[in-house]
């Protein structure tokens, strides 16, 4: 998407040692910088700075009740802004750094923004697996809040050229590192003492939190206020219609498929979840730029990451 007035002239540069010192001098300065994760890319900025926050807020035109999550490059950061319980101590050993985002208590002295937290007792912290992301909090030394780096509510970016054409002129830099590897928006959690809360699915399934924990896994966030990102009735939407469990095309729509089937492109002719996963939004950004009128989806299993797929594409058709 581009704006009239572009407030930036936006550069999408390959992720590298000059390129990681010029955005983490963007960060300490109080600018947002998009960089990649192994979910989606994410738009950066100082957790602990309202002006830089308010920044990633602005870019996004997000609503300012949706919390965000934050990033940490280690445990020990991690610790200095939330109180982990037991639970979370498990949580965060099984599958930490990863796709994992858990909801704790914030500490008084964290020196977060109350931005960050929209209001609630509670912090969203992750610990990302892919190299520039950490490579940047260090390189910044602050612990970065990163919303998915597109406009609020649209299709979320797996590849730099996502990020420019939804943020082109609203951020200075996009670090490009590829393709992300998993496609979808990290898990996220929220850890009780005799539960756990699955706030929004992603590939770190109920299942496997239930092998760490050996606790029940309560689905939906139990309460009709936005605790956690994600949780919006309509979001990671297309311009575009969406038709779901779609077995073939109509006339004015752009077909993506799951297995062996006739279509326009197929997330995985094997029929291979992870693999659709890793394809989804890219397929869908394709879909929402061709010449056809609507965009109608195959049913995909609800098995393993399929629940996070349908997850998305229930809020993208919403």
């Known amino acids: 998407m581009t704006i009239p007035n572009p407030a930036y002239s936006t550069r999408s540069c390959r992720y590298g040692a000059e390129s990681l010192r010029e ?6 300065a109080g600018e947002p910088v998009a960089v990649p994760t192994e979910t989606v890319y994410g738009l ?10 308010a920044a990633i807020y602005s870019a996004k035109g997000r609503p300012s009740f949706n919390p965000l999550i934050v990033h940490v490059a280690d445990r020990t950061m991690a610790e200095r802004l939330a109180d982990f319980s037991p639970v979370a101590n498990s949580l965060a050993d099984r599958f930490w750094p990863g796709p994992l985002t858990l909801v704790l208590p914030v500490r008084a002295d964290s020196g977060l923004s109350p931005l960050v937290m929209a209001g609630l007792p509670t912090v969203a912290l992750r610990l990302p697996a892919h190299p520039a992301m950490r490579a940047l909090i260090r390189e910044s030394g602050r612990p970065l809040a990163a919303p998915s780096a597109n406009r609020s509510g649209s299709i979320s970016p797996t590849r730099a050229e996502h990020v420019l054409a939804s943020l082109n002129g609203r951020v200075r830099l996009i670090l490009d590192e590829g393709p992300t590897s998993e496609g979808v928006e990290s898990t996220i959690a929220a850890p009780e003492h005799d539960h756990v809360r699955l706030l929004r699915p992603g590939s770190v399934t109920a299942a496997m939190l239930e092998e760490a924990t050996g606790l029940p896994i309560l689905i939906g966030k139990g309460e009709t206020k936005i605790e956690a990102p994600g949780q919006l009735e309509s979001h990671y939407a297309p311009s575009k219609p969406v038709r779901l469990d779609a077995m073939r095309a ?4 752009y077909l993506i498929g799951f297995g062996l089937m006739p279509c326009h492109i197929n997330l995985s ?17 394709i879909a929402d730029a ?9 049913p995909i299993p609800e098995s393993g990451i399929g629940a996070a797929i349908n997850d998305r594409l229930k809020r993208a058709a919403a």
């Open 23 to 28: 955005a983490a001098l963007l960060i300490r």
């Open 44 to 53: 950066a900025a100082n957790a602990t700075d309202s002006h830089a926050v």
């Open 250 to 253: 109509e006339r004015d729509e």
């Open 269 to 285: 002719p094997e029929a291979d979840v992870r693999e659709a996963a890793a394809n989804l939004f890219a397929a869908l950004h």
């Open 290 to 298: 061709s010449a056809q009128q609507r965009i109608a989806v195959a």
